[in-house]
């Protein structure tokens, strides 16, 4: 799956379709994080591999993150667009196919929270259609709540995990998730998924603070995957890097 301006990638139209709930709690692997907790900092550098590919390599281990983004400025003091997620065993990152003659400044931010428990999904056979296409977008735009959705928690404590998360199947290649937002403080909330046979989560899509429902266009390898929703925040983010590249090949 991919977010499309921030949220879902390209939505389609509805049919439901019962799903199951997987049998272990994602929130498990998440601890209760301190305010004023010290983490190692990373250690970036930057590499100009050729005229317009560069390669970031860090060190710093944090057992605790969820994974950290990538992210890449063209100015000194930004703005900083993330390029990607990465997950925590991840060390080095390759930006290519660069305008040439341009600054690039990077930095590495350290992502944590709880998640939901995870839900299983199996999509029925068929290709994103014209038709899928052309039908009504509503049912995945991000949404808030509009009844109470109960006390809320600092998002760096276990008791902050979305709660209740559903997952409905909209057409063959298009799910709704739902949850309760019991965070308070969170930089928003990350979509995780894996494709079943694959060994980690990867984040599908980023939603903002208080979001408690979102669409989502799967992939051709997601027809059989785990969801779960993460309520997120940064830690510190590392040195940042600068390299400039060269004339063009």
Known sequence: MKAVGGAYRAPAAAAVIAVTSAAVAGCADAPAESPTAERPRMTLTATLDSPTDITLRWNGRDPGAAGRTVEFATE?????TILQFLPPGRAAFTHPDLMPKTPFYYRLRPFYGPTSAAVNVTLPAGDFSQRDQRNDHEWAEPRT????????????????????????????????????DRARGEEGYLIELRPAGDPDFRVAAVAGPDIESIGLITLPDEKKSTVRVRAYYYGEQSNVVHRTTGPEA
Do not use: E
Request: no cysteine.
């Open 76 to 80: 000194p003091g930004g703005p900083y």
């Open 145 to 180: 709540s509009v009844g109470d959705s109960g006390p809320s928690h600092s998002v760096r404590t276990k008791a902050a995990a979305p709660a209740g998360l559903k997952v409905t199947v909209m057409h063959a290649n298009g799910i709704r998730l739902t949850w309760q």
